[in-house]
């Protein structure tokens, strides 16, 4: 398996099992043949006999699984990127890729044998092992962006969101993206109007480095970053409108409409609202995409309706 016939094998109608291996441990007398067989090296069959130990458990494997499983190898040196992107860190590694499902299924390779190897793949079969979910690392405590933002990740998505007890109002971004940028400052205004709130907690979500939870229903999964997703205790969950621009003031009114018994302390926003602020906001559609950035913006065109509407919230 190499870039340029990737797509060749990983776009079988049949999940691939790849082999990531040392180079010296291949022979590179392989002879070409005509038998058939679901064992490539590039784009001849081998035999038994044509390959090392560490390959010869993947030919062995492979007479078991003909029809269901595709069987490959690949320099795990020379590839060494695309083997740790799958979440794998040395060699001999083996994952199972659906390319169609864009899942992946990671084997513990402590103990790379015929029978170990055939174990892995009647489970993936039977459907007993989970798919692979990248995940950031989680940071310490003292590593948080604030009390009131909280980093997400893919593996403490969980406990952080969907068992919170409180609701929770995440920007999934990529940090990268001129957009996602535009949003930060917002975002860290946000924070300072709430504080650490009862009732809601914010959190940044690194789309980059964190693949989908399991626990995100798939076609809650943003579409574009950045977007803000709040997550409500009863497992509802709100996507903020991509045709609203990502004001502060239509965030709060969003937040009071959507968040039951949401308070947030009037001095704070007064002052927030009546200076102008330098803001960097965005409106994303369907149809468009357009970015403002670094403006200054006075709001206290919006100072008094908002007010207004946070006392009748009361």
Known sequence: ???????????????????????????????????TNNYHHH????TADDIKPCLSILHNVSNHFEGQLHFLYTDGVLYE??????????????????????????????????????????KYLSSQIPHY???????????QLSSSIQIITANN??????????????LFHVPWNGFSKAMYPVFDQLSRLLGDNERIQLGKFDASR???????????????????????????????????I??????INFLYANVGGLSIDKNIINEQLRAPVTAQYYLISSQNRRIKAQQKIDLSSVQKEGIEYLHHND
């Not at 340029?4 to 043949?33: C, E, Q, R, W």
Request: glycine residues 2%; charged residues 15%.
């Open 81 to 122: 990127p695309f083997m740790n992107r799958l979440g794998l860190s040395q060699v001999p590694s083996v994952a199972i890729i659906n390319w169609a499902q864009e899942e992946h299924y990671l084997m513990n390779t402590s103990n790379l044998t015929t029978d170990t190897l055939t174990e892995f793949c009647n």
């Open 246 to 251: 990502t004001s502060l003031h239509n965030i």
């Open 210 to 244: 964190n693949d989908r939870p399991a626990d995100m229903p798939e076609e809650r999964w943003p579409s574009q970053y950045p977007q803000i997703i709040l997550f409500l205790p009863n497992n509802i969950i709100i996507p903020f409108p991509l045709e609203e």
């Open 43 to 46: 784009d001849s069959v081998c």
């Open 1 to 35: 398996l190499h870039p340029s016939n990737a797509f060749k094998h990983l776009g079988f109608k049949v999940p691939g099992v790849v082999l990531f291996a040392d180079p010296l441990t291949y022979n590179n007398n392989i002879n070409k043949n005509n038998n």
């Open 157 to 170: 998505f969980r406990r952080t969101v969907v068992d919170n007890i409180k609701s929770v109002f995440v």
């Open 133 to 143: 979910i990248r995940s950031a690392q989680e940071p310490e405590p003292t590593q």
